[in-house]
């Protein structure tokens, strides 16, 4: 039987800890491993409190950011020598009942399965943020004709990963671009990617990236010099 974990990265997300692990456990009873960013809430105390046989929590002593929290994650995945892990958000974006599909999917042999919110419309879809929604299209654009991947949705943060496939790839960057470097590196090698559809769920609208990321323009030019730069790198 495969070994199988799920990977949810958290930063200040005291409101939906607690029932997102209630609601994971009613489809998943497999390992879990929650990493803390150096949140400043409760969420820390939270974590604490869930941990048991099949929850770990990893504590980041700063806030580093969404990409290192999850590359801290996939270390701690490679060396318990897991076979297939699936990341989630902890802010109530991502349903768990979408677990046992994705593992199901991944295990097939895909190397990587990615969520989509624009692939297919769900009953009880949100509406993106406009700007969210420009952007993403533009990038995702992009990274297909860099790619071929053919994918709708370049930053899902629901996934399910081969760990074979993930422990090929050289991932460093700490921040919200992460993803991207993850496709253009999928790409360099000959990794097989799967996309399968999820709910678009926007609770709030007003959620900020922080700092300079929170105006469009800045996250955009972010975003394409990250591109670039794993181009170059990659030769691809």
């Not at 109530?92 to 989509?116: K, L, T």
């Not at 420009?134 to 053919?150: D, P, V, Y």
């Not at 700092?211 to 030019?221: I, K, M, Q, W």
Request: glycine share 8%; hydrophobic share 35%.
């Amino acid at each position: 039987m495969s070994k199988r974990v799920v990977l949810i990265p958290v930063y200040n997300e005291e409101e939906h800890i607690e029932g997102l692990l209630t609601r994971l456990r009613e489809v998943y009873s497999g390992d879990v491993l929650f990493v803390d960013d150096g949140s400043v809430d409760c969420s820390p105390a939270l974590l604490q409190r869930l941990e048991g046989p099949r929850t770990k929590i990893l504590m980041q002593p700063e806030n580093r950011g969404y990409g290192a929290t999850l590359l801290r994650g996939f270390a701690e995945v490679v060396e318990g020598g897991y076979d297939y892990v699936i990341t989630m958000d902890s802010d109530g974006q991502h349903r768990p009942d979408w677990i046992p599909a994705f593992f199901a999917e991944v295990e097939r042999g895909w190397d990587i399965v990615s969520g989509s919110r624009y692939r297919e419309e769900i009953d009880g879809n949100g509406s993106a943020p406009e700007d969210r929604r420009e952007i993403n299209c533009q990038i995702t654009k992009l990274i297909n004709e860099i790619t071929g991947f053919g994918i709708t949705d370049a930053f899902c943060g629901f996934k399910a990963y081969s760990v074979t496939a993930l422990a090929r790839l050289s991932l460093t960057l700490t921040g919200y671009s992460m993803p991207l470097q993850l496709w253009i590196q999928a790409k360099a090698k000959g990794l097989t990617v799967r996309e399968l559809p999820v709910s678009r769920i926007y609770d709030d609208p007003n959620r900020r990236f922080g700092g300079s990321l929170d105006d469009p323009e800045v996250r955009r030019a972010y975003y394409l010099d990250t591109i670039e730069q794993e181009r170059r790198r990659w030769n691809v």
